[in-house]
């Protein structure tokens, strides 16, 4: 049995103790203003060495992933997304890709029956997980923007009052209230990451291909979810403290006020741990979709010749100039040449006296 899984699961819980033992003895500086900042420094260094390091590789050859009728002959009808001829081609299946997951829905599965008999049956239900993780992700931080700005765009404030529109009554202490609000893009993350988890540790063709590494970000972000969920619904938080520290965080003038919460600082360094683990974990798809030669380059090779834009000046030193600078060498080993050394006159004289 896989069990890479306790490895990342103790770590996640290590950190968590970490946060919540540095609290308490009174290091909220640290885990409040330091780690923030040199959180955010880390990611966007190594998330632009990461592309840098991607933009700077070579393409000699024309890879484009095709699933479909390649552009040719006029009468044959080309498939205009899964094989793009052109430039608006490549931006719609890119688009589809990155909004969509478009690969990911047709990914397919294979599984024996009785017989025995090798079917393949659609993974729907990763891709839902996927994309319901993905996009709940992605509201969820637009979301948290209106802690880091003042006053709060309208478009933000939009989208978290259609994120909050599901209203729920809870008997809370034996008397009946109504939370201010629930999130969805909260509990749809929270479902999600708990899917992708469990799917790698009970299906065994997933849990025997993974790592340590694949099974850490998951608990992380798993932490994120239900520390933010707790500090909503079920912890007092003092939202105006919160949102001074974080504000002073943007404008570069960092306080810890006094009315912020243990669990602040345990989902802050979860968030802190994360932004400083994305560049240097699998995450970075986020940036290595965009500069895969796989999907940005249009399938026109029948059209175009792909010329490698790296290409640059190099000394070479052929074969011709190799053989005239070994001939005689290579006469002697008895190696074939493709042109026998020139005849001087004097040679020549004593050749035909010979013959």
């Known amino acids: 049995m896989n069990v890479k899984y306790m490895y990342s699961l103790l770590a996640v819980v290590a950190l968590l103790l970490i946060a919540w033992i540095g609290v308490a ?16 420094i880390i990611f966007i260094a190594g998330f632009a060495y ?87 992700f992605f509201t969820v931080i637009v979301r948290h923007l209106r802690l880091f700005l003042n006053p ?93 520290l974080t504000m002073g965080l943007v404008t570069f003038h960092p306080t810890v006020p006094d009315g912020v919460s243990t669990i602040f600082f345990i989902h802050l360094f979860f968030v802190c741990t994360l932004l400083a683990y994305f560049p240097f974990s699998k995450l970075m798809h986020l ?6 030669p796989t999907r940005n380059l249009p399938a026109d090779t029948r059209a175009r010749r792909h010329v490698n834009p790296w290409n640059y000046p190099v000394p070479v030193h052929t074969y011709e100039e190799y053989e005239d600078e070994f001939r005689d060498k290579m006469i002697e080993a008895g190696l074939p040449v493709e042109r026998m050394p020139e005849e001087t006159p004097e040679e020549q004289t004593d050749t035909d006296e010979k013959e």
């Not at 003895?25 to 955010?40: D, H, N, Q, R, S």
């Not at 299946?93 to 024996?112: D, G, P, V």
């Not at 025997?208 to 969920?229: E, H, K, R």
């Open 25 to 40: 003895i009174g290091l909220k500086v640290v885990f409040g203003v330091i780690f923030p900042y040199l959180a955010v």
């Open 50 to 136: 990461r592309v840098m390091g991607w933009a700077r590789s070579a393409v000699p050859f024309a890879i484009p992933t095709t699933c479909g009728q390649q552009k040719s002959l006029p009468w044959i009808k080309p498939n205009a997304v899964d094989n793009p001829f052109s430039k608006s081609g490549v931006v719609a299946r890119m688009a589809l890709e990155i909004l969509l997951f478009r690969s990911l829905f047709r990914n397919t599965r294979m599984k024996l029956h009785q017989g025995p008999k090798l079917a393949y049956n659609l993974e729907i239900f990763l891709w839902v997980g996927a994309l319901a993780f993905h996009w709940a």
């Open 152 to 244: 709060v765009p309208m478009p933000i404030q939009l989208l978290e009052n259609v994120d909050s529109f599901f209203r729920l009554e809870i008997l809370y202490d034996s008397f009946k209230m109504a939370l201010p609000g629930v999130y969805m893009s909260g509990l749809v993350l929270l479902l999600a990451v708990t899917y992708l988890l469990l799917r790698r540790l009970f299906i065994p063709t997933v849990r025997y291909i993974s790592q340590a590494a694949d099974y850490f970000p998951l608990f992380l972000i798993f932490g994120i979810a239900l520390t933010g969920i707790l500090m909503r619904y079920f912890f007092k938080v003092d939202i105006v403290s919160t949102k001074e």
């Open 287 to 292: 940036g290595g979709i965009f500069l895969s």
